[in-house]
């Protein structure tokens, strides 16, 4: 069992909002998922500028300055940070794969969580109360976000196995359920040169998702090719820099219901988490039938 929200602001002004409404939310799932947490948020703008890279280390005393002092100087690429404990956003015009081959010689070697002009992710092993916490959710800024409360029933827990899980650039998908074919599926992508970096099932389903979005399909046509490929139940819940997307399996055993109002996109895996949201007395509530694809563009 797991929790997944995820909330898009369709008006500008709501978007200075988006962590107070959305961490609620997420608290209100702690139960569902109390081992991990995480969540990516998308900034709201032009997408202009360099890209973005979330990083993380476990040490929560990790030196970032001096990351950022060895980064300049090894690299020759100009770049600023910004820092909450474990956690950093470092900003550069370098190209992501001559930032991961410098990661790999850096030593500790901070782990990438997301790349992408608009996305940021923190996450990490505990309790989410204490994750929303020290990562300040409430006052967080933004157009739209995905967040998940995680109980392990696969895989180890440890951040790296904490959704959501990013592929390519702006690109996220947090997930409830279990997937009975993760390793099949995981073969068939390295075959293609595809990497990665855990044994989760959801990372194969973000991997596959994102690979058939960058062989030139639709977000819907790789989500159709995905309920071909993916043996298992679950709801997933996935960002792009200017849409939010949900989809449930053919038995749609896994729990999702929507609030839309003028307003916002509100998603959760129950409906008392989105209770507190303004005017949701008159939202349109539903709940995804299986393998249909809702979809929400800024």
Same mark, same amino acid.
């Given at each position: ?117 608009? $996305?940021?992710?923190?996450?990490? =092993? /505990?309790?989410?109360?204490?994750? &929303?916490?020290?990562?300040? @959710?409430?006052? #967080?800024? +933004? ?65 596959? $998702?994102?690979?058939?979005?960058? =062989? /030139?399909?639709?977000?819907?046509? &790789?989500?159709?090719?995905? @309920?071909?490929? #993916?043996? +298992? ?66």
């Amino acid at each position: 069992m797991c929790g997944i929200v995820g909330l898009l602001m369709k008006r500008g002004e709501d978007r200075r909002n988006l962590g107070r409404f959305l961490t609620p939310m997420f608290q209100c799932m702690a139960e569902r998922g109390p081992d991990s947490a995480g969540l990516a948020i998308f900034r709201d703008g032009d997408g202009g500028g360099p890209r973005r890279f979330s990083l993380f280390i476990p040490d929560r005393s990790f030196d970032w300055q001096k990351l950022l002092a060895a980064f300049r100087q090894q690299t020759g690429a100009s770049a600023e940070i910004e820092a909450v404990e474990n956690h950093a956003v470092l900003t550069s015009a370098i190209d992501p794969a001559a930032l991961r081959q410098w990661l790999a010689e850096c030593d500790p070697s901070p782990q990438l969580l997301s790349v992408g002009k608009y $996305i940021n992710v923190f996450k990490d =092993q /505990g309790h989410p109360d204490e994750i &929303a916490e020290r990562f300040d @959710f409430p006052h #967080l800024t +933004g157009s739209h976000a995905v967040g998940h409360t995680r109980m392990a029933t696969e895989s180890a827990v440890s951040p790296g196995h904490a959704h959501p899980f990013t592929a390519g650039e702006d690109f996220c998908l947090v997930h409830n359920g279990s997937l009975s074919n993760p390793h099949m599926l995981r073969r068939k992508l390295e075959r293609q040169g595809l990497q990665f970096e855990t044994d989760n099932d959801t990372e194969a389903a973000c991997r596959f $998702i994102e690979w058939r979005m960058r =062989q /030139g399909a639709t977000l819907d046509h &790789a989500l159709h090719s995905a @309920f071909h490929e #993916l043996d +298992g139940f679950y709801t997933l819940l996935i960002a792009t820099g200017d849409q939010l997307t949900i989809v449930r399996d053919a038995f749609a055993c896994k729990p999702a219901v929507v609030a839309e109002t003028d307003r916002y996109v509100a998603i959760s895996s129950e409906f008392r988490s989105l209770a507190h949201l303004p005017e949701v007395e008159h939202a349109h509530i539903f709940e995804p039938l299986p393998e249909e694809i809702h979809s929400w563009k800024l």
